[in-house]
């Protein structure tokens, strides 16, 4: 990363890395919280995964767990590391 202007190209495409992460952990956590949710209907207990309700151990357990790797994935291998030193873009000519 030599010119100001690559850094703020991989600055971006960093950011928009990370929006996209944390916008699938809210969809992986509602569409766990709530799509796994015993109806009010059910009067019998619910079926319990390692003493936890599905939707506890998708939404609060495995969800946090899973993007929580994928955040490291994601660091090691789209992060890229880059000097904080200014210089000047080289005009060629």
């Not at 190209?9 to 699938?24: F, P, R, S, V, Y």
């Not at 992986?28 to 939707?55: C, D, M, N, Q, R």
């Not at 998708?58 to 490291?72: E, R, S």
């Amino acid at each position: 990363m030599k010119t100001l202007s690559a850094r703020y190209q991989q600055a971006h495409k960093e950011a928009q890395w990370a929006i996209g992460l944390a916008l699938a952990y809210f969809a992986w956590w509602y569409i766990s919280a709530y799509a796994f949710a015993p109806s009010g209907a059910e009067e019998a207990l619910p079926t319990l995964y390692g003493g936890f309700p599905l939707w506890f151990l998708l939404a609060c357990i495995l969800g946090p767990i899973l993007f929580t790797v994928l955040c490291g994935l994601m660091v090691k291998y789209l992060y890229q590391d880059m000097s904080l030193e200014i210089e000047p873009e080289s005009t060629d000519e």
